[in-house]
Nanobody
Framework: QVQLVESGGGLVQTGDSLRLSCAAS????????MGWFRQAPGKEREFVAA????????YYADSVKGRFTISRDNTKNTMYLQMNSLKPEDTAVYYC????????????????????WGQGTQVTVSS
């Protein structure tokens, strides 16, 4: 099992930036990919970005492409989400997740295929 702890959320204004972190511990070597998901009030949890841990290949939802950047530091077992040009519609609780199984392309978007989840961090973007 992998334990995940998110940090870095907060209240910002439209156009501002934030960087989220996700620290992983436990059986981190078993993770094939990690991802960021978000859930706004009254909405389903949705895919934001994912990274295949060893290869560093990244995937993004269309809504964040060009604004958000996912990255990882293997030496620290930490994943990041740099969020620029934030919009009010980015407001949500952001969760990091890890999966043991192989994925590529759209397969990495499936939240049901992730095995471990963090507790979430709130991001609020005011207009």
């Amino acid at each position: 099992q992998v334990q995940l702890v998110e940090s870095g959320g907060g209240l910002v204004q439209t156009g501002d930036s934030l960087r989220l972190s996700c620290a992983a511990s436990g059986r981190t070597f078993s993770s094939y990919a990690m991802g960021w998901f978000r859930q706004a009030p009254g909405k389903e949890r949705e895919f934001v970005a994912a990274i295949r841990w060893s290869a560093g290949i990244t995937y993004y939802a269309d809504s964040v492409k060009g604004r958000f950047t996912i990255s990882r530091d293997n030496t620290k077992n930490t994943m990041y989400l740099q969020m620029n040009s934030l919009k009010p519609e980015d407001t949500a609780v952001y969760y990091c997740a890890a999966r043991r199984s192989y994925c590529a392309g759209g397969g990495c978007y499936d939240k049901n295929s992730y095995d471990s989840w963090g507790q979430g961090t709130q991001v609020t973007v005011s207009s």
